[in-house]
């Protein structure tokens, strides 16, 4: 399991803790593991050889789907990709492009400032990240995760919300430019 938390471990531990995994969880502050594979929202679930190579494409996975893991456990115990998922699109991540590395470059800089203590600052930079690269839930939710902390981190995830607070940006926040 990797989390991505722009503010640091402590606020993603409760969360990975929540999660009940018994294996090392990994804290993805800088989001190295998004920018490596094109990932753009979370939850989300990518199988990555010993290589770093995508065996399946990134997408949403469901742990209760017998099929899902079925072929999970074939992979993990065989070190065979899955017939099923030979040849599916959207194996090969794509490269950033233009306006995603200047998003990247945003989203970076408001890192630093949250550990200046320059909230005001760093909102301004990811705002201006999520301008740029608008469909990337990773970034947009680091805003909202720092601009409005009681929607993320006490009590379950609410999603409400979040569709009423992605409504009320778009003229405000994707308009500009």
Avoid: C
Avoid at 4 to 13: P, S
Avoid at 63 to 69: K, N, P, R, V
Avoid at 86 to 113: S, T, Y
Avoid at 134 to 151: T, V
């Amino acid at each position: 399991m990797i989390a991505q938390d722009a503010q640091g471990a402590e606020l993603a531990r409760p969360w990975v803790e929540k999660a009940g995994g018994t294996y090392r969880a990994l804290l993805d502050r800088y989001n190295f593991v998004g920018k490596a594979y094109n990932l753009k929202y979370v939850p989300v679930g990518i199988a990555v050889d010993e290589t770093g190579r995508l065996v399946r494409p990134v997408g949403s996975v469901n742990i209760q789907d017998a099929e899902f893991l079925a072929e999970l456990k074939e992979w993990a115990e065989t070190d065979g990709i899955p017939k099923r998922w030979r040849g599916l699109p959207g194996v090969r991540p794509l490269p950033m492009n233009p306006d995603e590395k200047q998003a990247d470059d945003h989203f970076q800089a408001a890192i630093a400032l949250l550990q200046e203590e320059k909230k005001q600052e760093a909102l301004a930079r990811l705002k201006e990240a999520v301008r740029l690269d608008p469909q990337n839930w990773l970034m947009r939710k680091q805003l909202w995760a720092i601009d409005a902390p009681e929607a993320f981190y006490e009590g379950e995830v609410n999603y409400d919300w979040q569709e009423a607070r992605k409504e009320a940006e778009a003229e405000e926040l994707l308009k500009s430019e």
